[in-house]
C-alpha cells in the first residue's frame, strides 16, 4: 500500500502540520519541516514503516547570508535500505537563535556530523553529547563557511598540544616502533654484507 502512495503524501499525512513544504527538485524528494519537534518528526520518519527511512546518510547546513530568512537551513539526507528511497530534510533556522535538537538519540551518526555543522557554521545542537569543535581548535573564533566570515581574519596562536591516548599519539608511537625495526633491519643487513 505504501508504494502506491507517492512519498511526500505519505509524508504530509505522516508528520501533519509539521510539514512546511514538500516538492521534488530535480529528481530528488525535499520536505521542509518545523524546527519546533524535530526529534519526533524524525522519529516518525525513520520508524513508520511506510517511510523507514532508517539510514541518516548526511547532515550539513546552508547559510542564505543576505537572500533568504530565515537566514539558516540544516539539511538531513535519508535513505531507506530497505527500499532504496531518499529524501531531504530541511529546517529552517534563524540567526537570532541557531539551534535545533540533536538527533544522536535516533542516529549515533548525528554525532559527528552535528559537531562539524556546530564547528563551521555555529548551529547548536540541543541535548548533543559532546558538542565541542571537531575541525578546528577551541580557540578559533567565528565559523568558517558562513557567509559573513572573514577570510583575513587572524586566528589566536596556541601552544602545540600533547596527543596522549589519543589515534593520532597511538598511530604516531606506531609509525615511531616500525621506523626503529626498519632501521635495525637495515644495520642488521648492512653488517650482514660487510662480514660476507
Not at 505519505?10 to 530528488?28: K, N, P, S, Y
Not at 532508517?54 to 531507506?80: I, M, Q
Amino acid at each position: 500500500m505504501a508504494d502506491e502512495i507517492p512519498q511526500l503524501e505519505a509524508i504530509r499525512r505522516i508528520l501533519g502540520d509539521a510539514v512546511l513544504d514538500a516538492h521534488t527538485a530535480r529528481g530528488e524528494d525535499v520536505i521542509v519541516i518545523r524546527r519546533d519537534g524535530l526529534v519526533e518528526s524524525f522519529k516518525r520518519l525513520k520508524e513508520d514503516p511506510a517511510l523507514a527511512f532508517d539510514f541518516l546518510s548526511d547532515l550539513t547546513a546552508v547559510d542564505y547570508f543576505g537572500k533568504k530568512e530565515p537566514r539558516f537551513e540544516v539539511v538531513y539526507h535519508l535513505l531507506s535500505l530497505g527500499s532504496g528511497r531518499r529524501v531531504r530534510v530541511k529546517v529552517p533556522v534563524g540567526e537570532s537563535s541557531p539551534e535545533v535538537d540533536s538527533l544522536v538519540s535516533l542516529w549515533r551518526a548525528a554525532d559527528w556530523m552535528e559537531r562539524e555543522v556546530w564547528d563551521m557554521f555555529g548551529i547548536r545542537f540541543r541535548g548533543h553529547p559532546d558538542l565541542r569543535r571537531i575541525l578546528l581548535y577551541e580557540e578559533f573564533r567565528g565559523y568558517p563557511l558562513r557567509k559573513d566570515y572573514p577570510v583575513n581574519q587572524r586566528q589566536p596562536l596556541v601552544p602545540e598540544r600533547a596527543l596522549k591516548g589519543t589515534f593520532v599519539d597511538m598511530r604516531s608511537n606506531n609509525k615511531l616502533a616500525q621506523l626503529k625495526q626498519q632501521l635495525e633491519k637495515q644495520k642488521l643487513a648492512g653488517a650482514d654484507s660487510k662480514r660476507g
